[in-house]
């Protein structure tokens, strides 16, 4: 079992930068995968951002790639995103999650764990 719980998330203006957390405990970190999906109202949820166990490999969605950096930090069992430029459409419900690889954790269908999620709101 991994718990995550998700941190950071808040009201920017557009233009603006956050930085949002995953802490997650239970299984061994560092042997999963971790990524980030968002879910605004009324859409499905979408993959934003993946990485491997190592931190070596790292995948984004068409959406935020060049704006946002997902990190992790083994020795504190937490994910990062650093989300830049934010605009509007960012806006959502910034979801943590776990999976055996990266790649499977940019399938919402493949994620094993969630986090119950953070809002958060860019204003123009």
Do not use: H
């Amino acid at each position: 079992q991994v718990q995550l719980v998700e941190s950071g998330g808040g009201l920017v203006q557009a233009g603006g930068s956050l930085r949002l957390s995953c802490a997650a405990s239970g299984r061994t970190f560092s042997s999963i995968a971790m990524g980030w999906f968002r879910q605004a109202p009324g859409k499905e949820r979408e993959f934003v951002a993946a990485i491997n166990w190592s931190g070596g490999s790292t995948y984004y969605s068409d959406s935020v790639k060049g704006r946002f950096t997902i990190s992790r930090d083994n020795a504190k069992n937490t994910v990062y995103l650093q989300m830049n430029s934010l605009k509007p459409e960012d806006t959502a419900v910034y979801y943590c999650a776990a999976g055996t690889t990266a790649q499977a954790t940019r399938n919402v269908a493949l994620v094993n764990y969630w986090g119950q999620g953070t809002q958060v709101t860019v204003s123009s």
